[in-house]
């Protein structure tokens, strides 16, 4: 009985996520999780290191829900991004230019 609750406390997490995600409403216009995250200098610099074709995409969805934002609209369901479908494509290039800018930080501090 013991085992039995992981697995059930894993699909009750997994269950509340997909539903925060649907909640949060950037789905709806297209956006994945990475498109929303606030543009610091260290987010700046890790898009600017984007393969092209993933920053042409990118440029796209955000272009298209400033398009539906201003028009007040979503987009047919069948177009929302899904919760498995969402990459975190900025996350290994964030944590590049993260680990790199503390480690110019403690060389300067030397």
Known sequence: MASRAPAATSRLLV???KWYYNACGFNKIGLMR???INEDSDVKEAIRRLPEQVYNDRMFRV???LDLSMKQQILPKDQWTKYEE???YLEPY???VVRERKEKEEWAKK
């Open 86 to 88: 969402d990459v975190h």
């Open 34 to 36: 990475d498109d929303t």
């Open 94 to 96: 964030l944590e590049e």
């Open 63 to 65: 272009k298209r829900a």
């Open 15 to 17: 269950g509340f996520r």
